[in-house]
């Protein structure tokens, strides 16, 4: 029996920085609002706990996520929001999130 081969990496492996391991790099997203610099978070590089702009429920530690901000140059780093990944995509087709409190009804 011969011995086993190393395989090469996939190319999903190859955009990770290496001193930011599990965070991929920036890119830009059109939206119908707006151009946005974007990048994912995978679950393994989520250490903190965020509110998600789009359901408005916490992003916990753990789970991967999307972070965004304005691509125009004009924001700091307090613009750059962390969305669950599916509310990211699903921006242009919901409203704007209301935030309730818990013991609000849902509907009424």
Do not use: L
């Amino acid at each position: 029996m011969s011995p086993r081969r190393n395989r090469p990496k996939s190319a999903k492996h190859e955009d990770r920085s290496p001193d930011r391991p599990g965070i991929t790099e920036d890119r830009v997203q059109q939206w119908q609002d707006g151009e946005f610099m974007v990048r994912n978070v995978f679950g393994g590089a989520a250490v903190k706990t965020y509110r998600c702009p789009g359901c408005m429920q916490d992003v916990r530690p753990g789970v991967a996520h999307v972070v965004a901000w304005p691509a125009d140059g004009r924001g700091d780093m307090t613009d750059r929001r962390h969305w669950h990944t599916g509310c990211w995509r699903a921006r242009d087709r919901r409203g704007p999130g209301v935030e309730r409190s818990r013991n609000a009804p849902r509907y009424g």
